[in-house]
């Protein structure tokens, strides 16, 4: 049989069932509109705030030519997880990608790093989160799923779990540190990578997009006050991220291109976390 490698077979995500958390902003938002965009059949988007939600949903449904729906969820406790697991099987008998996106942060300095806010949140919402939404949806990625065509789940951590400096990193004010999260990204990594060993056996890849900066809420407070572009100017390609970049990775680990792909941690940021005097991300 002739070999099919084109680029359309290759990445199609066409008929396939997504859940994207906090898909109604920002990195959610980019991934969801790149699977409706490709023609998934359906692509649930969950977070707290359903206006932003339905926003969105609706206007990548009337695009097309997949679809959209919201579910609206707080995934910050284990039942607010089990609560979105119980809602998307009630509305779909299969899932064949999960994206992992939703996540929170907090700085504040050494000496006066809250507890409840600062630690137990952040970590709830970016590490414990992963862990049950994934272990709750793994009867229905497992479904369909096969060697040729697993059930995929993509982890959304971030360049910051590899990077050791949480203080001036140019996201956030002077003397503040962030603290909780890079220590629940690296977590995220590790705990990405215990998945894929343990959801292999069961045809579901696990893998981890680790993003630089690109514009979102969590960035926000660096960019607006990076009046001279210095973040950009200190990367080695002299920019940012942009949609193009992130839905690029995604489509390849959720389409027959990425099938044999898992337990990989993937950086987008352009090498700047690597490079000579390179800044430090979210």
Not at 211 to 218: A, D, I, L, N, Q
Not at 230 to 249: C, F, N
Request: charged share 20%.
């Amino acid at each position: 049989m002739a070999l099919q490698l084109q680029f359309n077979k290759l990445f199609d995500v066409a008929g396939k069932v997504a859940l994207v958390t906090g898909g109604g902003s920002g990195l959610g938002e980019m991934m969801a509109t790149a699977l409706v965009q490709n023609g998934a059949k359906k692509v649930y988007i969950a977070s707290r705030k359903e206006k932003q939600l339905k926003e969105v949903a609706d206007r990548l449904t009337a695009a097309g030519p997949g679809s959209c729906e919201y579910i609206i969820a707080d995934i910050a406790t284990k039942a607010g997880c089990e609560a979105l697991v119980a809602e998307v099987k009630k509305r779909t008998p299969v899932l064949h990608i999960l994206v992992n996106n939703s996540g929170v942060t907090w700085g504040a300095p050494l000496d006066d790093f809250p507890e409840e806010q600062g630690w137990k949140r952040v970590l709830a919402a970016n590490v414990q989160a992963i862990f049950y939404v994934t272990a709750g949806l793994a009867p229905l990625l497992e479904k369909e799923a096969s060697a040729t065509d697993p059930g995929r789940v993509v982890n959304i951590s971030s360049v910051a779990g590899l990077d050791r400096k949480v203080e001036g990193t140019g996201l956030s004010s002077a003397g503040v540190g962030l603290w909780s999260y890079n220590t629940s990204k690296s977590a995220a990594n590790a705990l990405t990578q215990q998945l894929a060993v343990t959801l292999g056996k069961r045809f579901i890849t696990v893998n981890a997009i680790l993003p630089g900066v690109y514009p979102s809420k969590m960035t926000a407070f660096g960019l607006k006050n990076d009046t001279e572009n210095k973040l950009a100017k200190s990367h080695p390609m002299g920019r940012v991220g942009a949609p193009e970049d992130i839905a690029g990775l995604l489509l390849f680990l959720v389409s027959r291109a990425g099938a044999h792909s898992s337990g990989n941690l993937i950086t987008t940021d352009g090498g700047a976390l690597l490079s000579a005097g390179g800044y430090s991300h979210l």
